[in-house]
């Protein structure tokens, strides 16, 4: 009989011992993501520039097509500060992406000349509890509003 709480005890201890976290999978890539702003509302400053606030629709491709990010569709929304010249100068925002699966992950960014940051939220499916981050800079917009961007980063799968 005294067997019987020495072994419900190791059981317990290798339970509430075990790491909390055993699938989480470190993983990094790059890519590109292209977009086209699909609205936007212009907002006047007394200065001469504009608040400009925009949706964007997108796709990711990573380097390395295998990655869970190649292919992934996001909308965003942004609000940009633009100069008179009609230059950005600075914007930040969030974007809803989606898998193929239907799985979703969210990110916020924020972008100026010298290039932008971004973050992951969370997400559905295969990007619950994602974590992670990293930069991005554009090469390339229209003024039709096509633009495209070069992006790096790393990050927690849970």
Not at 8 to 23: E, I, K, N, T
Not at 53 to 81: K, R
Not at 99 to 117: H, P, Y
Request: hydrophobic share 40%.
């Amino acid at each position: 009989m005294k067997r019987r709480p020495l072994a419900l005890a190791a059981l317990l201890l290798g339970v509430v011992g075990a790491p909390a976290d055993l699938s989480a999978q470190e993983m990094s890539a790059a890519g590109y993501a292209t977009y086209i702003q699909t609205g936007a509302t212009s907002t006047p400053l007394d200065d001469g520039r504009a608040r400009v606030d925009a949706t964007i629709a997108g796709y990711v491709m990573t380097d390395d097509p295998t990655n869970p990010f190649h292919l992934v569709a996001q909308d965003c929304a942004s609000t940009n500060l633009v100069a008179a010249d009609g230059s950005v100068e600075r914007s930040s925002g969030y974007c809803a992406s989606r898998d193929a699966d239907g799985d979703m992950f969210w990110i916020w960014f924020w972008n100026s000349a010298e290039g932008g940051e971004w973050g992951l939220i969370n997400g559905t499916g295969k990007f619950e509890g994602i974590t992670g981050g990293g930069t991005s800079e554009g090469v390339a917009a229209d003024p039709d509003g096509r633009f495209a961007i070069r992006w790096t980063g790393a990050w927690t799968m849970r």
